[in-house]
């Protein structure tokens, strides 16, 4: 009983390690955010940097300490806090041109209550569920949980001698070898709880997304509980070992502030901020380069479909989510390239026609399905009808592109895929609801915009 919980209190260490780190970079950034943001976003921050830097200890051939981990990003984010602390005594701090925060709710009523407790007794499950059980997912096992234990146990990203889609990013297996590092050993069941803290993340900053819609309180925590709850595909990644949670919540910290900042609902100082998703998406999995790619394409073809005020201006600052995303892709690109390994083929072989065919009826029935997602995403397209009139004349087309846009390219994904006529139907069902997951909080945000536009019309 004592070991356990002193591991419990080594990984909590561990945990507030990445979240301060990560909230005192997110507030020096973008100290307009709420602390519930701030924090959400930080957990993603503090994760990124320290694994990052920890592939760079790998490529000076340094071995992972928890003193060599640690210091440098730490010493990072003091010094860019003592000194910003001290740059603010001596000029004037421009004023930030974005709208303030959503303002103060009352106390929470029964609703707010209700949603809280449905939330609550989610994560009280997962939580559970987690620590009870070891990695016993396929690709935990063969993939993201194995190559944290090699790398843990080898003191770097060390790769030989075995194949386990070594060419992967190395984000989730990085991050799980730094907690190995706090508990001074491997234990399956203690770093797991990694997972329902990333899912809290993720919908606290999909709470705040909703509210920077301009919902209230308890519409904004009612659609966040919604999202949740709806279906088995998120809650079983609150407590598996995959990087698609991860992805997940990258995925819609880029999408979801530069949809915000589109809007008018948060100044260019995000900008920063979002380059830092995009490099968390490229860094997390092997298809986050694509999906960076797309959300790139969406908001450029918004802005030149909408025209706003500034237009070259506003496309120029594009360069900070492109430059984000060189900044997750380039350090692994080229670490692999200096290393020997090699960009797996076994992704793209070919394109069969076939394939691309069957994959049709499949994403719409996976659409439906409600074991899947429930009535997520029924519910956004009937949003999509409710918000219709924005869908030309606003930055809601944004959402509508990058989501019709990952639609097309995930049955271009499976038209390429090099599986046999009578495997396809198998990889399908192994793949389909995680393409799905990464972009369903990005649906959410829509759900948000046809609920407000509802709540209008009432």
């Known amino acids: 009983?004592?070991?356990?919980?002193?591991?419990?209190?080594?990984?909590?260490?561990?945990?507030?390690?990445?979240?301060?780190?990560?909230?005192?970079?997110?507030?020096?950034?973008?100290?307009?955010?709420?602390?519930?943001?701030?924090?959400?976003?930080?957990?993603?921050?503090?994760?990124?940097?320290?694994?990052?830097?920890?592939?760079?200890?790998?490529?000076?051939?340094?071995?992972?300490?928890?003193?060599?981990?640690?210091?440098?990003?730490?010493?990072?984010?003091?010094?860019?806090?003592?000194?910003?602390?001290?740059?603010?005594?001596?000029r004037p701090r421009k004023p930030d041109t974005a709208p303030p925060p959503p303002p103060a709710s009352p106390p929470c009523g029964l609703w707010d209550w209700l949603f809280i407790s449905l939330l609550a007794v989610l994560f009280l499950f997962v939580t559970l569920r987690a620590v009870m059980y070891p990695m016993w997912s396929w690709d935990a096992i063969a993939t993201w949980g194995f190559k944290a234990k090699v790398f843990y146990l080898r003191d770097a990203v060390d790769l030989g001698g075995f194949e386990a889609h070594n060419y992967y990013p190395n984000l989730v297996p990085l991050l799980l070898s730094y907690l190995y590092l706090w508990l001074g050993q491997v234990n399956d069941h203690v770093v797991k709880l990694v997972f329902p803290l990333w899912g809290a993340a993720l919908l606290m900053l999909l709470f705040g997304m909703l509210r920077r819609l301009g919902l209230g309180r308890t519409p904004a925590l009612g659609l966040t509980t919604f999202y949740a709850l709806n279906g088995v595909t998120l809650i079983t990644h609150l407590f598996i070992a995959y990087a698609d949670l991860a992805f997940t919540?990258?995925?819609?910290?880029?999408?979801?502030?530069?949809?915000?900042?589109?809007?008018?609902?948060?100044?260019?100082?995000?900008?920063?901020?979002?380059?830092?998703?995009?490099?968390?998406?490229?860094?997390?999995?092997?298809?986050?380069?694509?999906?960076?790619?797309?959300?790139?394409?969406?908001?450029?073809?918004?802005?030149?479909?909408?025209?706003?005020?500034?237009?070259?201006?506003?496309?120029?600052?594009?360069?900070?989510?492109?430059?984000?995303?060189?900044?997750?892709?380039?350090?692994?690109?080229?670490?692999?390239?200096?290393?020997?390994?090699?960009?797996?083929?076994?992704?793209?072989?070919?394109?069969?026609?076939?394939?691309?065919?069957?994959?049709?009826?499949?994403?719409?029935?996976?659409?439906?399905?409600?074991?899947?997602f429930g009535i997520l995403w029924p519910t956004a397209a009937l949003a999509a009808v409710l918000a219709r009139k924005k869908l030309f004349t606003t930055p809601v087309l944004f959402l509508a592109l990058f989501l019709g846009g990952n639609f097309l390219a995930i049955l271009l994904a499976y038209a390429v895929a090099p599986t046999s006529p009578f495997e396809f139907h198998l990889y399908l069902r192994a793949t389909l609801d995680r393409l799905l997951l990464h972009l369903a909080p990005v649906a959410a945000l829509l759900i948000g915009e046809g609920l407000k536009e509802h709540l209008r019309l009432s």
């Open 1 to 90: 009983m004592i070991e356990a919980l002193l591991l419990l209190a080594r990984l909590s260490l561990g945990l507030a390690g990445v979240l301060g780190l990560g909230y005192v970079l997110v507030n020096r950034l973008t100290p307009s955010l709420t602390r519930l943001e701030q924090a959400a976003a930080g957990f993603g921050v503090g994760t990124l940097v320290i694994t990052l830097w920890m592939l760079a200890l790998s490529s000076l051939e340094l071995p992972f300490t928890l003193l060599l981990v640690l210091a440098p990003p730490v010493s990072l984010a003091s010094g860019l806090y003592v000194g910003q602390h001290i740059l603010g005594r001596r």
């Open 249 to 372: 919540y990258f995925a819609l910290g880029a999408a979801g502030f530069l949809y915000i900042w589109l809007k008018g609902g948060v100044s260019a100082r995000i900008l920063p901020l979002i380059a830092l998703f995009f490099a968390g998406i490229t860094w997390s999995k092997f298809e986050g380069t694509p999906l960076a790619a797309s959300i790139l394409l969406a908001a450029a073809l918004t802005l030149l479909w909408l025209r706003p005020p500034h237009l070259a201006r506003r496309l120029a600052f594009l360069a900070w989510p492109l430059g984000g995303l060189l900044l997750g892709y380039l350090p692994w690109r080229l670490f692999a390239l200096s290393h020997g390994i090699e960009t797996g083929s076994d992704h793209i072989l070919g394109f069969y026609p076939q394939q691309f065919l069957k994959a049709i009826p499949a994403l719409v029935l996976a659409l439906i399905n409600p074991t899947l």
